[in-house]
Nanobody
């Protein structure tokens, strides 16, 4: 049974920062492709950033480049998403995802690549 538990969401003003955490049991240590998706009201789910924990290779969507950083702490079996310079359009439910594969596919932004999803944590950015 895969357990992905997100935390760290909240409400901040535009320009602020948040750090999301995803506790991933032993799967960080087991080295898979993990990452973050988000879904804003009325919109489709969007891949935000993913990380292949064995190679350290990461991918992220253009809209967050230079603002968001995905990282891992193997000792804590935790995946992070550091979000800076937040914008109103970053408002969404953020989900931690696990692909079950050891590398992140080129089609990393396709939600069908991820068999496991957390329950989500809400991020709300006020203008």
């Amino acid at each position: 049974q895969v357990h992905l538990v997100e935390s760290g969401g909240g409400s901040v003003q535009a320009g602020g920062s948040l750090r999301l955490s995803c506790a991933a049991d032993e799967y960080i240590r087991s080295r898979y492709c993990l990452g973050w998706f988000r879904q804003a009201p009325g919109k489709e789910r969007e891949g935000v950033a993913v990380l292949a924990t064995v190679t350290g290779t990461s991918y992220d969507v253009d809209s967050v480049k230079g603002r968001f950083t995905i990282s891992q702490d193997n000792d804590k079996n935790t995946l992070y998403l550091e979000m800076n310079s937040l914008k109103h359009e970053d408002t969404a439910m953020y989900y931690c995802v696990l692909s079950g594969y050891r590398t992140c596919a080129r089609s990393w932004s396709d939600q069908g690549e991820y068999a496991y999803w957390g329950q989500g944590t809400q991020v709300t950015i006020s203008s």
